[in-house]
Structures are given as structure tokens and as C-alpha cells.
């Protein structure tokens, strides 16, 4: 049996305040063509579907335009849980009656969750969707104390393997965060005051774990499965492959992991050198509408440098300076320039503003000119 899995599409995202929501459309039809092109028995969505409880209504319409062309088009079916970033109950509206149609919802915690059965040629798979679940909504559902997500998640597995049959290959299609995967930064938190990961061991049984959360596609083990992000959604993933994984489940349970690429709008990249010289090499730069984040190596003065820097690459989306960096902190960069004599930093925004360095007589001006400013002060804290 053939799955695509998917996750953390983040519809609605905005990235340095700009809405993704057409790069993601970009991205999201390459997947339908690739859903046309697979044919896979199924289509697993684990969580973060959007961005936020409240999705602006443009990724709502891009959601329904996606999953209409893969589930009523494509006579695919869709296997969609709400991630810890989705209002669960917003996500599941219409679970019920899409039902029957081949589109699949997990969104609120249930103490019978959502069980989907699929056969192929070697026989029954029972897909399980959990969608994300608070310890407390777990209590709520089952009747018991969790103690953290763990024991939460714990609680809802043993719940399945007491039903499931003997047998019968198994899939969990879930949204945490385990022991020893790679997060990266745009990630929120599963838990405030706490622990949010779980360990490996508790999906011990099941042949299939495909989850979403984490944002770099990775395998734990050899059955527990992450997808990753739809895109780059944090300069720390600007070094990540994005991809879709299309997962093959054999007669005994065993899995092979095929990932594909989808090809962005614009990449994420991080630039670095002098400013002049990133200027000067965007119009060679075959990338340069792509979203850069610069880290600049001057170490002077710079005047303007992200208008500078939009001129060559206009979705530049943040600078920051290396010199402050190396410092150790921002507080601690400070400091240094404050140390910085007045003539020392004029000279540097001198040299950003005419690219040229101050004359003998422009130095000699500046030096009487700082001396007065100097008497001035000394007379008026004398006078006071």
C-alpha cells in the first residue's frame, strides 16, 4: 500500500509580515499533480494545516481548492488531523459528512478516534488519525490523569492496541515531538512549563507512524516518520531539502521512505559578505528574487542598507551585522561601538555615505570642529 505524507503545510503563514499564502499555492499544486501522477492509496495530512486558530479566509480557500482537486477530482482519500497550531473544532466543521466523500478529519480529541480501513492485494490496513491532544483534553475524553503529553499519547495508544486486531498492519497518523528528532526554530512549543516530547517506545506495535510537528524531514528509527514543512518557514531551515515523503507499507509491515521534492516559488537563503559586495552580485545572481536573509561582514558605519540591499534582491527580508554577532550579544556590540571615539565613527559614516575616506583637511575640520563641541560641554558642566 502506497501513502503520500505530508504535513505542516501552515496555510496563512506570514514570514517578516508577508503572506506566504501564494508561494504555498505554488507548492500545493505540484503536490496535487504529484497525488495525479502517484496515485497513492492514500494522502496523510498530520497537523498544522494552518498557521493559526483563525486563518485568514484566503487559506481557507486555498485549502478547500486543494483538497476538492485530490479527494472529489482525483478520487483520492485524505487522512487530515488538526496539529497544535489548528482550532481542532474549525478544522473538523463538516468532518461528518465529508466523510463519506473520501476526506477524513481528526480534529477533536475522542476516546473512539478516527479509525480508516484500506485493502490492497495483501489484505486489511487500518489508518489511525490522532489529532494533537492536551493532556487535559485527554483526561476530558478517557477519563484519566495523564501526566504530561507523554502519558497522554501513551493513553490513546493502548486505547487502539486494545482493539486493534492480530494481524492486521497498523498506521498512526499523529502530531508530537519525539525524543531525538531535529526541531528547528519556527516551531511552537508543545508545552509551556513542561515537557511536550515523548519517547519513541510509545508507538512500539504499530507498523507506520507518519507525524507532523517537526519541520525537517527525518525517520526515527525505521518506522516513525516525519514529512517536515510544506516550505522554509525560519532561517534555520534554510539549509533543509523540503519535501513530501511517499511511503511504501509492504505484506508484512515493512516500510520504504521515498522523499520528493516540491519546487518553491523562492527559496530561503542566507547571503553573507560586505554589503557592496552582495550588491554588486545580485545582477548575476540567478536567485535573486528569492528571500534572503543577510548577514553583513562590514564593520563600519552603513547608511540605509536594507534599501541598499532591496535594489539587488528585492524580497530581502532581514540583515543583521556580523560584528555584532561575534560580540557575543547585542547589549555587548553595543558596547563596543560606544567605545568607538566620535572621530573613528564619523569616519565610517563618511566612508559609507561618499565611498571615500576623509582628506587631511576634512580631518583637520573634524578635529576642530569636535574640540569646540568639546569646550562647549566642559564650559557649560562648569557653569552648572
Request: no cysteine; hydrophobic share 45%.
Given at each position: 500500500m502506497r501513502f503520500l505524507h505530508t504535513a505542516d503545510w501552515h496555510l496563512g503563514r506570514l514570514f517578516h509580515a508577508r503572506s506566504l499564502v501564494d508561494d504555498q499555492a505554488y507548492v500545493l499544486d505540484q503536490f496535487v499533480d504529484l497525488v495525479r501522477e502517484q496515485r497513492p492509496d492514500a494522502v496523510l495530512l498530520a497537523g498544522d494545516v494552518y498557521d493559526r486558530a483563525v486563518p485568514p479566509p484566503e487559506a481557507v480557500a486555498l485549502l478547500d481548492d486543494v483538497l476538492a482537486r485530490i479527494v472529489a477530482g482525483l478520487r483520492v482519500p485524505v487522512v487530515m488531523i488538526a496539529g497544535n497550531h489548528d482550532n481542532a473544532q474549525r478544522l473538523a466543521f463538516g468532518a461528518r459528512l465529508m466523510q463519506d466523500q473520501g476526506l477524513h478529519v481528526a480534529g477533536l480529541v475522542s476516546k473512539d478516534p478516527l479509525c480508516v480501513r484500506l485493502r490492497d492485494a495483501d489484505g486489511e490496513v487500518r489508518l489511525y488519525a490522532l489529532p494533537y491532544a492536551e493532556p487535559a483534553l485527554v483526561r476530558d475524553a478517557y477519563?484519566?490523569?495523564?501526566?504530561?503529553?507523554?502519558?497522554?499519547?501513551?493513553?490513546?495508544?493502548?486505547?487502539?492496541?486494545?482493539?486493534?486486531?492480530?494481524?492486521?498492519?497498523?498506521?498512526?497518523?499523529?502530531?508530537?515531538?519525539?525524543?531525538?528528532?531535529?526541531?528547528?526554530?519556527?516551531?511552537?512549543?508543545?508545552?509551556?512549563?513542561?515537557?511536550?516530547?515523548?519517547?519513541?517506545?510509545?508507538?512500539?506495535?504499530?507498523?507506520?507512524?507518519?507525524?507532523?510537528?517537526?519541520?525537517?524531514?527525518?525517520?526515527?528509527?525505521?518506522?516513525?516518520?516525519?514529512?517536515?514543512?510544506?516550505?522554509?518557514?525560519?532561517?534555520?531551515?534554510?539549509?533543509?531539502?523540503?519535501?513530501?515523503?511517499?511511503?511504501?507499507?509492504?505484506?508484512?509491515?515493512?516500510?520504504?521512505?521515498?522523499?520528493?521534492?516540491?519546487?518553491?516559488?523562492?527559496?530561503?537563503?542566507?547571503?553573507?559578505?560586505?554589503?557592496?559586495?552582495?550588491?554588486?552580485?545580485?545582477?548575476?545572481?540567478?536567485?535573486?528574487?528569492?528571500?534572503?536573509?543577510?548577514?553583513?561582514?562590514?564593520?563600519?558605519?552603513?547608511?540605509?542598507?536594507?534599501?541598499?540591499?532591496?535594489?539587488?534582491?528585492?524580497?530581502?527580508?532581514?540583515?543583521?551585522?556580523?560584528?555584532?554577532?561575534?560580540?557575543?550579544?547585542?547589549?555587548?556590540?553595543?558596547?563596543?561601538?560606544?567605545?568607538?571615539?566620535?572621530?573613528?565613527?564619523?569616519?565610517?559614516?563618511?566612508?559609507e555615505v561618499t565611498d571615500g575616506e576623509l582628506d587631511e583637511p576634512q580631518r583637520a575640520a573634524l578635529q576642530q570642529a569636535l574640540g569646540g563641541l568639546d569646550r562647549d560641554v566642559r564650559g557649560a558642566e562648569g557653569s552648572a
Open positions: 477519563g484519566v490523569e495523564p501526566a504530561g503529553h507523554e502519558a497522554a499519547l501513551a493513553t490513546q495508544l493502548d486505547a487502539i492496541r486494545a482493539v486493534h486486531p492480530a494481524g492486521v498492519r497498523s498506521v498512526v497518523v499523529g502530531h508530537a515531538f519525539v525524543v531525538g528528532g531535529s526541531a528547528s526554530e519556527s516551531e511552537r512549543p508543545l508545552s509551556v512549563g513542561g515537557s511536550g516530547a515523548v519517547a519513541a517506545s510509545v508507538f512500539d506495535g504499530f507498523d507506520l507512524v507518519a507525524l507532523g510537528h517537526l519541520h525537517r524531514p527525518q525517520t526515527l528509527g525505521e518506522r516513525i516518520h516525519y514529512a517536515g514543512s510544506l516550505l522554509k518557514y525560519s532561517v534555520s531551515e534554510a539549509g533543509h531539502a523540503k519535501s513530501v515523503s511517499l511511503i511504501e507499507l509492504d505484506a508484512r509491515g515493512g516500510v520504504r521512505i521515498e522523499p520528493i521534492a516540491l519546487r518553491p516559488r523562492r527559496d530561503l537563503r542566507v547571503l553573507q559578505g560586505t554589503l557592496a559586495e552582495l550588491v554588486a552580485g545580485a545582477a548575476a545572481d540567478p536567485g535573486r528574487d528569492d528571500y534572503i536573509h543577510a548577514v553583513l561582514t562590514d564593520t563600519g558605519a552603513l547608511l540605509d542598507p536594507m534599501a541598499r540591499l532591496r535594489q539587488g534582491y528585492p524580497n530581502t527580508l532581514a540583515l543583521e551585522r556580523a560584528v555584532l554577532a561575534r560580540s557575543g550579544t547585542a547589549g555587548a556590540a553595543g558596547r563596543r561601538l560606544r567605545e568607538l571615539d566620535t572621530a573613528t565613527l564619523f569616519a565610517d559614516f563618511f566612508r
